[in-house]
């Protein structure tokens, strides 16, 4: 199992947690008030690091190097983002998340490559999804009959600059909505995909895994099962 370390240990903090050490991940919360991690409970068996959850010797104490992903969600937005970075720069997680209070700075942390939820829409679920390996594709929605869903996907970088509408006809699924910058929006015929946004696509069921694939290989590139070109015409 994964290695998390989470900077924070308020409500979504100490509840992201608890979720993830009872899926067997080993975790660990960095907080500088040591008496926050009365909220983890007697029973919680990864780590407590008192200390600045930006500070390069609290986060080594939480092995940041042996990190899977990293959540940063204290109360404070720059100590957030400024403790991501380091995660990110300093120590290489590659999968990292930012609370923010402020909407408004969205745009500027999407530009950092730093995925960010503002506080107004948070739950420890969209953490988890971001966070997780293979949750990407678990499905926000499925119709009555169970054939259609609407997940979150995966795309690569390389169909930054393309339209969405290319990626639509590439991978078979139409884009419902895109969270560009913490807002959604609803893409017309010329929208473009950009750096850090988050789509979300509907598809059948049955096409989740080639979708998947196709939009992670990036233009032209349909990957089939193992990887290699499916050779679609």
């Given at each position: 199992m994964a290695h998390y370390v989470i900077m924070g240990c308020g409500r979504v903090g100490s509840s992201l947690a608890l979720t993830l050490e009872r899926g067997g991940h080993s975790v660990a919360v960095v907080d500088q008030d040591e008496h926050a991690f009365r909220r983890l409970g007697r029973q919680f068996g990864g780590q407590r690091v008192t200390g600045v959850g930006f500070d390069r010797d609290a986060l080594a104490r939480?092995?940041?190097?042996?990190?899977?992903?990293?959540?940063?969600?204290?109360?404070?937005?720059?100590?957030?983002?400024?403790?991501?970075?380091?995660?990110?720069?300093?120590?290489?997680?590659?999968?990292?998340?930012?609370?923010?209070?402020?909407?408004?700075?969205?745009?500027?942390?999407?530009?950092?490559?730093?995925?960010?939820?503002?506080?107004?829409?948070?739950?420890?679920?969209?953490?988890?999804?971001?966070?997780?390996?293979?949750?990407?594709?678990?499905?926000?929605?499925?119709?009555?009959?169970?054939?259609?869903?609407?997940?979150?996907?995966?795309?690569?970088?390389?169909?930054?600059?393309?339209?969405?509408?290319?990626?639509?006809?590439?991978?078979?699924?139409?884009?419902?909505?895109?969270?560009r910058f913490g807002e959604g929006i609803v893409p017309d015929a010329g929208t473009l995909y950009q750096q850090g946004d988050i789509l979300h696509a509907v598809m059948d069921v049955t096409g989740q895994d080639d979708a998947e694939r196709i939009l992670a290989a990036g233009p032209g590139q349909d990957a089939g099962p193992d990887g290699q070109d499916g050779g679609r015409p």
């Open positions: 939480a092995r940041i190097q042996e990190a899977y992903a990293f959540a940063a969600v204290s109360s404070g937005d720059n100590s957030n983002i400024i403790a991501a970075r380091v995660a990110r720069e300093t120590f290489g997680v590659e999968h990292v998340v930012a609370r923010i209070y402020d909407p408004g700075r969205a745009e500027i942390y999407q530009r950092l490559s730093i995925p960010t939820v503002a506080a107004v829409r948070w739950s420890t679920d969209q953490v988890l999804r971001r966070i997780l390996p293979d949750t990407d594709l678990a499905g926000d929605f499925r119709d009555a009959s169970g054939r259609i869903v609407m997940a979150e996907v995966r795309v690569s970088p390389d169909w930054i600059g393309r339209p969405l509408a290319e990626l639509e006809a590439q991978a078979r699924v139409r884009i419902a909505f895109v969270t």
